[in-house]
């Protein structure tokens, strides 16, 4: 069996936010307002979840003038992580805080 | 004022272009966030944290595949020579025996070296999968043309046969450039099916040649075996078919490249229009 690396605690955070509200489509920049996490640190986050496929993303329908957006959620497996990784981490190390540090 | 507003978004949109083509929907979606963005310190922000991740882009398993995919089918490439002159030893007829086998290396080391560049950065897992599937449709293409030319099979079969292989290269071509709007990444795609094609088509070849010692012999093959000077017959066979699997290791792979270039060249064209 494969062994995984733990989650970062920013990416502990990305998954609990997106497991709050598993059937919503999310914008990266709202994860980044919402975690106060830097866009550097966010998408390759992001990234990296769906190429372990725990997050889906689509293409929302574009607004006259505007570029459509790329949305994301958590995928099955990727709501049985966030619940996996929300009970190994600590509850000293999952409370709102500041996380932009990149 | 409107070109400062976005200078970020220009900085974004060039490194996009320049390092996000293994990754076109993640640069896509950046900078479409960061039109959204009014606030002036918050977009420029928001931009160099993304220009920086698409320079740091997290390498995707497909690299890993591809890579290790390419050094499994080298080694195995070599592998198939290096049990062909075990078994048939009079294979080694000479030093033009040797300089075939060092230009046999070259060709797999070089093939190796060119399926780890272009793994990494690797495309997006669908764009991979339709890569892999191709070459193993245009592989398959070729072996058929193989079969039914030993065969005797129909010509018109044949002749569709061989039209099919280039096909699959111009729409993958096709294909790839305009799921990801971009040329270098259709290329890349085309490259990986490719190599995928000759290495199958190869081991599948001269694997069968080893195995069987180069049988069926047809007519011509035993015509040619006495003037050949060969020590025995299943040593000219296995000989003859290693030929044509070397020389189709090198062929296979440059007319897919020549017919995925055409089909990207065309898509991107069409995009342009």
């Known amino acids: ?56 993303s689509a293409w929302e329908e574009a607004e006259p003038g505007r570029p459509p957006r790329h949305v994301y959620r958590l995928t099955g497996a990727g709501i049985a992580e966030a619940a996996a990784a929300g009970h190994r981490a600590s509850p000293a190390r999952t409370r709102p805080r500041e996380l932009g540090t990149a | 004022m409107a070109t400062m507003r976005d200078l970020p978004r220009a900085l974004l949109a060039f490194c996009v272009r320049v390092f996000g083509a293994s990754r076109p929907d993640w640069g896509r979606a950046m900078l479409a966030e960061v039109t959204r963005i009014d606030d002036r310190r918050a977009r420029r922000r928001f931009a160099l944290g993304c220009a920086r991740s698409l320079v740091f882009a997290p390498p995707s398993p497909g690299a890993r595949i591809v890579t290790i995919g390419a050094l499994v089918a080298g080694a195995a490439s070599v592998a198939t020579v290096g049990a062909a002159l075990l078994r048939y030893p009079g294979l080694a007829s000479g030093a033009g025996t040797w300089v075939a086998v060092c230009g046999f290396c070259c060709v797999v080391v070089l093939y190796v070296v060119a ?3 272009l793994g990494v950065p690797v495309l ?61 990444v ?54 003859e078919s290693l030929g044509t699997g070397i020389m189709l290791l090198v062929l296979v792979p440059l007319v897919s490249v020549a017919t995925g270039f055409v089909g990207a060249a065309a898509a991107r064209r069409t995009a342009l229009a």
């Open chain 1, 1 to 56: 069996m494969k062994r995984q690396r733990p989650h970062s605690e920013q990416t502990v955070a990305v998954l609990r936010a997106l497991a709050a509200t598993p059937s919503a489509w999310r914008y990266g920049y709202d994860l980044c307002s919402e975690l106060n996490l830097r866009s550097g640190s966010l998408y390759p986050i992001l990234i990296r979840l769906s190429d372990r496929g725990f997050l889906e």
């Open chain 2, 115 to 117: 399926a780890a560049r």
């Open chain 2, 124 to 184: 997006e897992r669908h764009l991979l999968t339709t890569a892999l599937g191709a070459g193993t449709a245009i592989a398959v293409t070729w072996l058929a043309v193989g079969l039914n030319a030993s065969e005797n099979g129909p010509k018109g079969l044949g002749s569709l046969l061989l039209g099919f292989g280039p096909l699959v290269g111009v729409a993958l071509g096709w294909h790839a450039t305009a799921r990801s709007g971009s040329a270098r």
């Open chain 2, 186 to 239: 259709g290329l890349r795609c085309v490259g990986i099916a490719a190599l995928v094609a000759g290495f199958a088509v190869f081991l599948l070849w001269a694997g069968e040649a080893v195995v069987a010692a180069g049988r069926p012999y047809d007519a011509g093959l035993l015509r040619d075996f006495a003037t050949s000077g060969a020590p025995d017959l299943a040593t000219y066979a296995v000989n």
